[in-house]
């Protein structure tokens, strides 16, 4: 059945059967028919075909749903098994949001791998109410996102702290004055992250601070973008210090003095609420905890 549903799976997101043979290493032929035996076994057509296209119906979306959940958790198991026999190694896959996965992760990746080589981390980028979905639904062994969530669903760990301050260019106006006000900040450009971020949800809480909401605003989905807006000087942002050291170092950003920043949020691990742990999982984990609460 895992195989099936493996099938299933690939030519729900390809749709295609052809390119799923591709990418299955099977013949078409073969791919046809662990659909037809799929279906056959649930006793309901899964998909919509037609020359052109082949689409989920409604009870293919059901199928494509719970399939990602049991492989995922098919394989968590074979993990979980594998490591009664040897010590951390195999696949580790990491979710993680965009400022602590960009700028951060990559060099406790490299610590991991110095201690346990046979580790083969993969990593998935995205907003941190992502990474929760990806954990919740099996998709991902463990998470980190910006911020703290309150949920039986899944265990939540802070793990260190993050601080974000208001960042211009250095030949930005706001540099000349002598006190930056609330409505001089007000009148500026501001360039955000995309809702569900969590530096989108920093940078609401700082408007909150600062009593305003501006009405200029330009929206990315990336904070290397920003980082290059602020530099092209199309307006200001409030950013994670992590994200940009390297542009204060080079002198291409500037923090503004502003009463009442930096602001402070922790970085927090995600992982399932369960009651074993890969040793991939325990040693990556062990690793962040492991350094203390630090900035």
């Not at 494509?64 to 492989?71: D, F, R």
């Not at 198991?77 to 996965?101: F, P, Q, R, V």
């Not at 993969?122 to 998709?139: D, F, G, K, P």
């Not at 706001?174 to 006000?181: A, E, P, Q, R």
């Amino acid at each position: 059945m895992d195989q099936a549903l493996h099938v299933f799976i690939t030519v729900a997101e390809q749709q295609n059967f052809t390119r799923a043979a591709e990418i299955l290493h099977m013949t078409q032929p073969a791919v046809s028919s662990y659909i037809q035996n799929l279906e056959k076994s649930l006793n309901i057509k899964l998909l919509e075909r037609t020359n052109k296209f082949v689409r989920l119906n409604k009870a293919g979306e059901i199928v494509y749903h719970h399939a990602k959940n049991i492989l995922g958790l098919y394989t968590r198991m074979e993990n979980l098994l594998d490591d009664l026999k040897h010590t951390a190694s195999g696949t580790l896959s990491i979710g993680s949001s965009y400022t602590y996965g960009e700028y951060i992760l990559p060099h406790k990746i490299a610590a991991l791998l110095k201690t346990y080589p046979q580790l083969n981390p993969t990593i998935m980028i995205r907003n941190s109410n992502e990474i929760i979905e990806l954990v919740l639904h099996h998709q991902i062994d463990v998470g980190i996102i910006e911020g703290e969530l309150k949920t039986e669903k899944l265990k939540i760990m802070p793990f260190a702290y993050d601080h974000l301050s208001i960042i211009a260019a250095p030949s930005h106006s706001l540099f000349n004055k002598d006190k930056i006000s609330s409505f001089d900040l007000s009148q500026e450009t501001w360039l955000i992250r995309e809702e569900g971020s969590g530096t989108r949800e920093m940078q609401e809480k700082g408007f909150q601070r600062l009593n305003f909401y501006p009405k200029n605003v330009m929206t990315f989905g990336s904070t290397q973008v920003i980082k290059e807006a602020i530099e092209a000087g199309l307006g200001i942002s409030l950013l994670s210090h992590s994200a940009i050291k390297n542009e204060l170092q080079l002198g291409k950003l500037k923090l503004l003095d502003i009463e009442g920043f930096p602001m402070t949020r922790n970085f927090s691990l995600v992982t399932p609420n369960v009651k074993f742990q890969t040793k991939a999982t325990e040693v990556f984990v062990e690793l962040l905890v492991g350094e203390g609460f630090k900035s």
